[in-house]
């Protein structure tokens, strides 16, 4: 299963190899009147065998999943839509942005749990939803910076690890959580532009 974003038409579609043979069909149109969904799109496989696919939509500014059930039809659904931000920038100059959640989404299923980091950017936080499918549960696991590019996250046990860049300082971060804890977040390379891809 491979998902991506169609420029063509703004949509999510997927392609699919059975043996010899690939199929490819499209997953979500979109909204507006120049749609453009499917973006930052990451796959993984659910307890049942079948695919769920995390991305963003870009004229809505949500994180959306989209889960194909055994029978083959495709479900669709809006997981975390974020809240506008306001506040001041470096000059005490009045500034807002927009709800917009969901870019670098990064899925991972563990049995029936699914586990989606992303980056809220009105908010400029590393953000993580976890839990069986329609119960997720929200946790913001670092607000110090503008933060939360490239999440990559890894499960072992009962540890939830989360690399990720700090885009204001472009250093590369971890975040980790033992058990139901909360995440203590490391510094691994304060170089030059580190942690980005």
Known sequence: WIAY????NGALKV???ERETWTTEIIDVGSGLEPKTGLWTSTAINADGEPVIAYHD???GTLKVATRAQDGTWATDTVFEGSDWSGTNEAGEAIERKANVGEFARLVIN???QYIAFYDKAQQTLNL?????GALVHTVVDDSANVGAWPSVTLANDTVTIAYQNISTQDLMLATRNG??????DTLD???YAGAD
Not at 5 to 8: G, K, R, W, Y
Not at 129 to 133: F, K, N, Q
């Open 129 to 133: 939803l976890e839990g069986p499918s």
């Open 190 to 192: 304060d170089g030059e």
């Open 111 to 113: 049995g029936n749990t």
């Open 5 to 8: 974003a169609s420029q063509s």
């Open 180 to 185: 139901g804890g909360s995440f203590s977040i």
């Open 58 to 60: 870009a004229v809505s």
């Open 15 to 17: 392609a699919k190899r």
